[in-house]
């Protein structure tokens, strides 16, 4: 092979000025000379040189006013944008070459996330609660469903609801995220303007935030936060927090104005294989202001700790 | 020309199990056989002018399991390919999948239009066709050969192609073998790729704990404000993987033969899909004489870690009467490849545990630019010089790990860039990530010094950077920011001119970038010369530079050879302009 490019390298220099010529083979010969004497040097890094212990070649010369070969079939980049097609035809190429751009980036995939499937044992009653998500598509654009609700066992939820939304992503960890939620419970049903971002935040928090407008005009917040703490590479503690808002108060709701309720908790969960992982754990849940004014007249506890029992699944 | 394929049932392995006569048949080609002794002109290798490769599913088993292959001529990995230099080849290859396949030529000089990537170079081969490649064969060395389509290169579309040299072998040896080192996985290609993006580092089961007390605390808020995992080095990585030489699981141990106080040559090539392997046969030194199928100045290691689509041809010299572990360890240490060299079958040696796993240091966040910052810009020589201390609490944070200000408007600083390295240096003298420490001999790129020299003297002309890009959490690779299917925009070539290529490593992984149809110069900086590859490996937050003579006009694939990488988007087309007649005859 070398010998192939050694005669290339002269067949273009033949068509160059013939003192060009001159230059280069002169050039060829000095290196050729130098590189056969030189031993195999010990590596000398760049903190080294910086420390004056070795010095470096250096590895980008200034650039030369070195001619390009002159070339018999035209001028610089000129030529069909499409090599194969000279060989293969247009038509032939034009298919598999939109494959080959598309087949290289833009898979589309999917996830269902269960995040949490548990029992709850509280004061006075046991219950149940779900939380998942599932989502389809590229790098950037996902369709992105959300579901959660609780209730007591032996009665209709007292929550439920469903979110489709429209995911985009805004940098490397967060998306944006916008669609409607409608819940099922409690009744009335209602319907929701959704905005919100979720994501990876700085050491390892996941976020999700959202903003809802419901179809009578009722603003509210949820913010939620966790974090996977690896006690090994199986058994992770999940610390995890949620803080609810509202502008106004929404009586039907029993939701009072300002910050409406807390939950905070800690599961403990055995990653079987990652995809599947029991939990134990407890969480304690407190309403707030108004909504805890709400709460204790229509006969409720405003606070209390639930022990939790459950799993985590995905596929 | 149809290599005969030897079948042989595992009756030995089946008869341990008590599945005798449910295992499964496998077949290796005859060079991989276990025991086998080496090339011989008398064995069955495909050779000669007229060339018949034959690409279907299959079955292949490693330990108890079978799972779904693609073979050719029914063997994994694919039948030995021996040429000689200067010799024409007609390479017919039958499609019997059902769907396109490929067959690129790795590191072969040849037009454009036989290089075999669908879409580039050629349309494809459909199923139930045939298409011949044709060309000359102007070079000699170790190359391998493997689809381009799809994901197919990681279920068993791989093999081995040796040309032997016009003239005179440079580096004499008394018998040679091929080792090649591959991933092997049960599952279907499409599903690993899948778990990557529905989890950042889904496969890593190696990932630090709240009480493994290998880094500080500071240490460890510094990684997490960055949302980076230093312990993630291999993408995909031995929970999934079974690693394998010539076809062979760890435990199947494949054995190569020799006769004490000969001269050795095992010719290495790492077909893997993703795994790095460091490589090492202890209580022998190893003589690398050729890298990428290049000759080089002999120059003695104990371990050398080959990326993947490197090729290494070494030398070694066993003299006493006694087996030799050849030790194909993965990059992030989840596991092993093992084989034995041996005077007779059924001796083995010793069998070294798995090395701890390494994590990543400053140096590889790309602040290797900064003295004294760290354990990872304090290499073991200056530490024992007092320059540094290793280990000592990172003073970086305060430098922005996704400044852009230092990149040109070209590179797209979008969702798929969670890290720009801020102060990258030349990595190509570095021990290779976690040999930093070992006490004996590490091959680095420095040490490769070329037998001849590359015929073009001429010094570059211009110089092109390409930042290689990449979001770890949703698994988006790329080169500039910009994936091949978001429409990157080509890298063009003058024809003939000599053009220098700085790659520049935006992320904290490694990186095996190729570029089809040409070799290049690496950029070492030595006085013995800089020495001739097709593949280089651009370390975590560093830079390597080639320089190029683009001497092939055509268009031509410029890839990271991880291919799941590749297959995320971490592709280019290099065009090299203007085409002369005939290039396409």
């Given at each position: 092979?070398?010998?192939?490019?050694?005669?290339?390298?002269?067949?273009?220099?033949?068509?160059?000025a013939?003192?060009?010529?001159?230059?280069?083979?002169?050039?060829?010969?000095?290196a050729?000379g130098?590189?056969?004497?030189?031993?195999?040097a010990?590596?000398?890094?760049?903190?080294?040189?910086?420390m004056?212990h070795?010095?470096?070649?250096?590895?980008?010369?200034?650039?030369?006013?070195?001619?390009?070969p002159?070339?018999?079939?035209?001028?610089?980049?000129?030529?069909?944008e499409?090599?194969?097609?000279t060989?293969?035809?247009?038509?032939a190429?034009?298919?598999?070459?939109?494959?080959?751009?598309?087949?290289?980036g833009?898979?589309?995939?999917?996830?269902?996330?269960?995040?949490?499937l548990?029992y709850?044992?509280?004061?006075g009653?046991?219950?149940?609660?779900?939380d998942?998500?599932g989502?389809?598509?590229?790098?950037?654009?996902r369709l992105?469903?959300?579901?959660?609700?609780?209730?007591s066992?032996?009665?209709?939820?007292?929550?439920?609801?469903?979110?489709?939304?429209?995911?985009?992503?805004?940098?490397?960890?967060?998306?944006?995220?916008t669609?409607?939620r409608?819940?099922?419970?409690?009744?009335?049903?209602?319907?929701?303007?959704?905005?919100?971002v979720?994501?990876?935040?700085?050491?390892?928090?996941?976020?999700?935030?959202a903003l809802?407008?419901s179809?009578?005009?009722?603003?509210?917040a949820?913010?939620?936060?966790?974090y996977?703490?690896?006690?090994?590479n199986?058994?992770i503690?999940?610390?995890r927090?949620e803080?609810?808002?509202?502008?106004?108060?929404?009586?039907?709701?029993?939701?009072?104005?300002?910050l409406?309720s807390?939950?905070?908790?800690?599961?403990?969960?055995?990653?079987?294989?990652?995809?599947?992982?029991?939990?134990?754990?407890?969480?304690?849940?407190?309403?707030?202001?108004?909504?805890?004014?709400?709460?204790?007249?229509?006969?409720?506890?405003?606070?209390?700790?639930?022990?939790?029992?459950?799993?985590?699944?995905?596929? | 020309m149809?290599?005969?394929?030897?079948?042989?049932r595992?009756i030995?392995?089946?008869?341990?199990?008590?599945?005798?006569?449910?295992g499964l048949?496998?077949?290796?080609?005859?060079?991989?056989?276990?025991?086998s002794?080496?090339l011989?002109?008398?064995m069955?290798t495909?050779t000669?002018?007229?060339?018949?490769?034959?690409?279907?599913?299959?079955?292949?088993?490693?330990?108890?399991?079978?799972?779904?292959?693609i073979?050719?001529?029914?063997?994994?990995?694919?039948p030995?390919?021996?040429?000689?230099e200067?010799?024409?080849?007609?390479?017919?290859?039958?499609?019997s999948?059902?769907?396109?396949?490929s067959i690129?030529?790795?590191g072969?000089?040849?037009?454009?239009?036989?290089d075999?990537?669908?879409?580039?170079?050629?349309p494809?081969?459909?199923?139930?066709?045939?298409?011949?490649?044709?060309?000359?064969?102007?070079?000699s060395?170790?190359?391998?050969?493997?689809?381009?389509?799809g994901?197919q290169?990681?279920?068993?579309?791989?093999?081995?192609?040796?040309?032997?040299?016009?003239?005179e072998?440079?580096?004499?040896?008394?018998?040679?073998?091929?080792?090649v080192?591959s991933?092997?996985t049960?599952?279907?290609?499409?599903?690993?790729?899948?778990?990557?993006?529905q989890?950042?580092?889904?496969?890593?089961r190696?990932?630090?704990?709240l009480?493994?007390?290998?880094?500080?605390?500071?240490d460890?808020?510094?990684w997490?404000?960055?949302?980076?995992?230093p312990?993630?080095?291999?993408?995909?990585?031995?929970s999934?993987?079974?690693?394998?030489?010539n076809?062979?699981?760890?435990t199947e141990?494949?054995t190569?033969l020799?006769?004490?106080?000969?001269?050795?040559?095992?010719r290495?090539?790492?077909?893997?899909?993703?795994t790095?392997?460091n490589?090492r046969?202890?209580g022998?030194p190893?003589?690398?004489?050729?890298?990428d199928?290049q000759?080089?100045r002999?120059?003695?290691t104990?371990?050398?870690?080959?990326s993947?689509?490197?090729?290494?041809?070494?030398?070694?010299?066993?003299?006493?009467?006694?087996?030799?572990?050849?030790?194909?360890?993965?990059?992030?240490?989840?596991?092993?490849?093992?084989?034995?060299?041996?005077?007779?079958l059924?001796?083995?040696?010793?069998?070294?545990?798995?090395?701890r796993?390494?994590?990543?240091?400053m140096?590889?966040m790309g602040?290797?630019?900064?003295?004294?910052?760290?354990?990872?810009?304090?290499?073991p020589?200056?530490?024992?010089?007092?320059?540094?201390?290793?280990?000592?609490?990172?003073?970086?944070?305060?430098?922005?790990m996704?400044d852009?200000?230092?990149?040109?408007?070209?590179?797209?600083i979008?969702?798929?860039?969670?890290?720009?390295a801020p102060?990258?240096?030349?990595r190509?003298?570095?021990?290779p990530?976690?040999?930093?420490?070992?006490p004996?001999?590490?091959l680095?790129?420095?040490?490769?010094?070329?037998?001849v020299?590359?015929?073009?003297?001429?010094?570059?002309?211009?110089?092109?950077?390409?930042?290689?890009t990449?979001?770890?959490?949703?698994f988006?690779?790329?080169?500039?920011?910009?994936?091949?299917?978001?429409g990157?925009?080509?890298?063009r070539?003058?024809?003939n001119?000599?053009?220098?290529?700085?790659?520049?490593?935006?992320?904290?992984?490694?990186h095996?970038i190729?570029?089809?149809?040409h070799?290049?110069?690496?950029?070492?900086?030595q006085d013995?010369?800089?020495?001739?590859?097709?593949?280089?490996?651009?370390?975590?937050?560093?830079?390597?530079?080639?320089?190029?003579?683009?001497?092939a006009?055509?268009?031509w694939?410029?890839h990271c050879?991880?291919l799941?990488?590749?297959?995320?988007g971490?592709?280019?087309?290099?065009?090299v302009r203007?085409?002369?007649?005939?290039?396409?005859a």
């Amino acid at each position: 092979m070398m010998r192939i490019l050694a005669i290339a390298a002269l067949i273009a220099d033949a068509a160059s000025a013939s003192a060009q010529h001159a230059g280069h083979e002169a050039n060829m010969h000095a290196a050729e000379g130098a590189s056969q004497l030189a031993p195999i040097a010990p590596s000398c890094s760049p903190e080294h040189e910086k420390m004056g212990h070795c010095a470096r070649p250096s590895t980008l010369p200034p650039a030369p006013a070195v001619p390009r070969p002159a070339i018999s079939s035209g001028t610089p980049l000129s030529g069909p944008e499409h090599a194969a097609d000279t060989a293969w035809g247009a038509e032939a190429m034009a298919p598999v070459r939109a494959t080959v751009y598309s087949e290289h980036g833009s898979m589309r995939t999917g996830k269902l996330l269960l995040d949490r499937l548990e029992y709850r044992a509280m004061k006075g009653r046991n219950g149940y609660r779900w939380d998942g998500e599932g989502w389809y598509g590229g790098d950037y654009d996902r369709l992105w469903l959300k579901s959660e609700g609780e209730g007591s066992f032996g009665a209709r939820p007292e929550s439920a609801e469903l979110q489709a939304l429209w995911s985009h992503a805004i940098d490397p960890w967060f998306n944006f995220q916008t669609g409607i939620r409608y819940d099922i419970r409690p009744r009335p049903h209602r319907a929701h303007l959704v905005v919100g971002v979720q994501g990876l935040a700085p050491y390892f928090f996941e976020i999700d935030t959202a903003l809802f407008l419901s179809d009578r005009g009722d603003l509210t917040a949820r913010m939620e936060a966790e974090y996977d703490q690896r006690i090994t590479n199986q058994l992770i503690l999940q610390p995890r927090a949620e803080m609810e808002f509202a502008a106004q108060n929404v009586r039907s709701a029993g939701i009072g104005a300002g910050l409406s309720s807390i939950e905070a908790g800690v599961r403990l969960r055995y990653e079987i294989v990652p995809e599947f992982a029991p939990y134990l754990g407890i969480e304690y849940q407190r309403s707030l202001g108004k909504t805890a004014d709400f709460s204790r007249a229509a006969g409720n506890d405003v606070s209390g700790f639930a022990f939790v029992a459950g799993v985590r699944a995905w596929f | 020309m149809n290599e005969p394929t030897i079948r042989r049932r595992s009756i030995l392995r089946a008869g341990a199990l008590g599945l005798v006569g449910l295992g499964l048949d496998r077949n290796f080609p005859a060079w991989a056989q276990k025991g086998s002794a080496g090339l011989r002109a008398s064995m069955p290798t495909l050779t000669g002018e007229d060339i018949r490769l034959r690409v279907a599913h299959d079955i292949f088993k490693v330990g108890a399991r079978a799972g779904h292959a693609i073979t050719i001529n029914g063997v994994l990995p694919a039948p030995l390919i021996r040429l000689r230099e200067g010799q024409n080849v007609r390479l017919h290859v039958e499609n019997s999948l059902d769907e396109d396949t490929s067959i690129h030529w790795h590191g072969l000089i040849l037009p454009f239009h036989m290089d075999g990537v669908p879409g580039i170079s050629f349309p494809g081969i459909r199923p139930g066709t045939t298409f011949t490649y044709e060309f000359s064969i102007r070079q000699s060395g170790t190359y391998w050969y493997h689809s381009h389509s799809g994901l197919q290169e990681q279920i068993g579309h791989y093999g081995p192609l040796v040309i032997d040299p016009a003239g005179e072998e440079p580096a004499a040896y008394d018998r040679e073998h091929v080792v090649v080192l591959s991933d092997w996985t049960f599952q279907h290609p499409h599903r690993l790729i899948t778990k990557l993006k529905q989890k950042g580092a889904y496969f890593n089961r190696q990932k630090q704990t709240l009480t493994d007390g290998t880094m500080t605390v500071a240490d460890r808020a510094m990684w997490g404000g960055m949302r980076m995992d230093p312990t993630d080095i291999a993408d995909i990585n031995g929970s999934t993987y079974s690693f394998l030489i010539n076809g062979h699981g760890a435990t199947e141990n494949w054995t190569g033969l020799f006769r004490p106080g000969e001269r050795v040559r095992l010719r290495f090539i790492n077909a893997s899909a993703m795994t790095i392997f460091n490589v090492r046969i202890p209580g022998l030194p190893m003589t690398v004489v050729h890298a990428d199928g290049q000759p080089v100045r002999p120059v003695e290691t104990d371990e050398f870690q080959i990326s993947v689509a490197e090729t290494y041809d070494i030398i070694v010299t066993p003299t006493a009467e006694q087996a030799y572990t050849l030790v194909a360890e993965a990059i992030d240490r989840s596991g092993m490849g093992r084989a034995t060299l041996a005077p007779r079958l059924g001796m083995v040696a010793p069998v070294p545990m798995l090395r701890r796993r390494p994590i990543l240091s400053m140096r590889d966040m790309g602040m290797g630019g900064m003295v004294a910052d760290g354990g990872g810009s304090c290499p073991p020589e200056h530490a024992a010089m007092g320059h540094c201390a290793p280990g000592q609490p990172a003073t970086a944070m305060r430098h922005s790990m996704r400044d852009a200000s230092s990149l040109p408007a070209n590179v797209k600083i979008g969702v798929g860039v969670d890290m720009i390295a801020p102060m990258p240096v030349d990595r190509t003298g570095d021990r290779p990530l976690g040999l930093e420490k070992e006490p004996h001999r590490v091959l680095t790129y420095h040490d490769l010094a070329p037998l001849v020299p590359f015929p073009d003297k001429r010094p570059p002309a211009r110089s092109v950077d390409i930042h290689l890009t990449g979001n770890m959490e949703r698994f988006m690779w790329s080169f500039d920011g910009k994936k091949m299917s978001e429409g990157a925009e080509p890298i063009r070539f003058d024809h003939n001119e000599r053009v220098r290529v700085n790659l520049i490593n935006n992320s904290m992984m490694n990186h095996p970038i190729h570029i089809h149809g040409h070799f290049f110069e690496l950029v070492t900086g030595q006085d013995h010369g800089h020495p001739i590859k097709h593949t280089v490996n651009v370390m975590p937050g560093g830079k390597a530079s080639f320089d190029l003579t683009a001497d092939a006009p055509g268009d031509w694939a410029l890839h990271c050879h991880l291919l799941y990488h590749m297959h995320a988007g971490m592709m280019n087309v290099v065009k090299v302009r203007p085409l002369s007649a005939g290039d396409a005859a």
